[in-house]
């Protein structure tokens, strides 16, 4: 493959890919890591100092600003930095806070616990109402309150 080709494929994947996608999104919103291995930078450029490195498809982050294809986003620590577009999603994803927590079969305290969940596990959002989102935790699904988990 010459180098004009692999140059055209790259500006094709930059044009269709996640960045485009995510650009007409109003800030602030919800976003997770969508790779094994995505560093934040504390600006957005490559050049520019990694300040944290994560090893955890799926977490997720609050995206707080944009400038051309990098978001700066928010960690669940609380830690801002920059990220390139391409390593983020706009799958919903939440990680539990605090303490184990219950997931129930349905949206109500009074219903039935269907598994529980230590702190720091993250799951996929599906749905969320009154205060409650179904979180699907690698095929176990259950309603979880919103004040008990970080990214809805």
Same mark, same amino acid.
């Given at each position: 493959?010459? =180098?004009?080709?692999?140059?055209?494929?790259? &500006? =094709?994947?930059?044009?269709?890919? #996640?960045?485009?996608? +995510?650009?007409? $999104?109003?800030? #602030?919103?919800?976003?997770?890591?969508? $790779?094994?291995?995505?560093?934040?930078?504390?600006?957005?450029? #490559?050049?520019?100092?990694?300040?944290?490195?994560?090893?955890?498809?799926?977490?997720?982050?609050?995206?707080?600003?944009?400038?051309?294809?990098?978001?700066?986003? *928010?960690?669940?620590? !609380?830690? +801002?930095?920059?990220?390139?577009?391409?390593?983020?999603?706009?799958?919903?994803? /939440? &990680?539990?806070?605090?303490?184990?927590?219950?997931?129930? *079969?349905?949206? =109500?305290?009074? /219903? /039935?616990?269907?598994?529980?969940? *230590?702190? !720091?596990?993250?799951?996929?959002?599906?749905?969320?109402?009154?205060?409650?989102?179904?979180?699907?935790?690698? !095929?176990?699904? !259950?309603?979880? +309150?919103?004040?008990? &988990?970080?990214?809805?």
């Amino acid at each position: 493959m010459t =180098s004009r080709k692999f140059a055209m494929i790259l &500006i =094709s994947l930059a044009v269709v890919g #996640p960045a485009s996608a +995510q650009s007409d $999104v109003p800030v #602030p919103y919800w976003a997770s890591i969508s $790779v094994d291995d995505a560093r934040m930078r504390k600006g957005p450029s #490559p050049d520019v100092p990694v300040i944290w490195e994560y090893r955890r498809k799926d977490l997720p982050v609050k995206v707080v600003a944009r400038h051309e294809n990098w978001r700066k986003v *928010e960690d669940p620590d !609380g830690t +801002q930095g920059w990220m390139a577009s391409y390593l983020l999603s706009r799958t919903r994803t /939440a &990680i539990v806070t605090g303490e184990i927590r219950p997931l129930r *079969e349905d949206a =109500s305290l009074s /219903a /039935a616990v269907a598994y529980r969940a *230590e702190p !720091g596990v993250v799951g996929r959002i599906t749905d969320c109402k009154d205060g409650w989102c179904l979180l699907d935790v690698k !095929g176990r699904k !259950g309603w979880i +309150q919103t004040d008990h &988990i970080w990214g809805d």
